[in-house]
């Protein structure tokens, strides 16, 4: 059950949102092998004059960014996945936001089954009751 949770900078875009969270998951589903009927994308934008790089504003700098969070159950990816998967969507979002900033960021969180779940059950009881 990937978590997505994507900060992008500029103004609210439904059409732009909508783009992210298919492509995400799209991607997230596909180098990291999870199910698209688990997975969660929320989009939240930060205004250019908010979002800072060494002091300046992207504003100031004239460009965007983007700070990418994923959040996966422990142990179920390997390091090679979880690198790809790093390239392929800093490629993603600066190939759908104009001017990336090279600072922009991608964070594969990897949470202890025990620890992580939905419906109120861990992934780690799912892992122990699986028929």
């Not at 900078?9 to 009927?37: F, I, M, Y």
């Not at 960014?65 to 159950?73: A, G, K, M, N, Q």
Request: aromatic fraction near 8%; hydrophobic fraction near 35%; include cysteine.
């Amino acid at each position: 059950m990937p978590g997505i949770s994507v900060n992008l900078s500029g103004t609210p875009n439904a059409a732009l949102s909508r783009t992210v969270a298919r492509e995400l998951t799209s991607l997230t589903c596909t180098l990291l092998d999870k199910k698209p009927v688990n997975t969660t994308v929320a989009v939240q934008y930060i205004a250019l004059e908010d979002w800072f790089i060494n002091e300046q504003s992207l504003a100031e700098l004239g460009k965007n960014s983007f700070r990418l969070t994923v959040s996966i159950t422990e142990g179920t990816n390997t390091k090679f996945q979880i690198a790809a998967y790093h390239k392929a969507a800093f490629e993603l979002l600066s190939k759908l936001l104009d001017e990336v900033h090279p600072h922009s960021n991608v964070h594969v969180v990897e949470c202890s089954a025990a620890g992580y779940g939905y419906e109120g059950v861990t992934q780690e009881y799912r892992h122990q009751h699986a028929s």
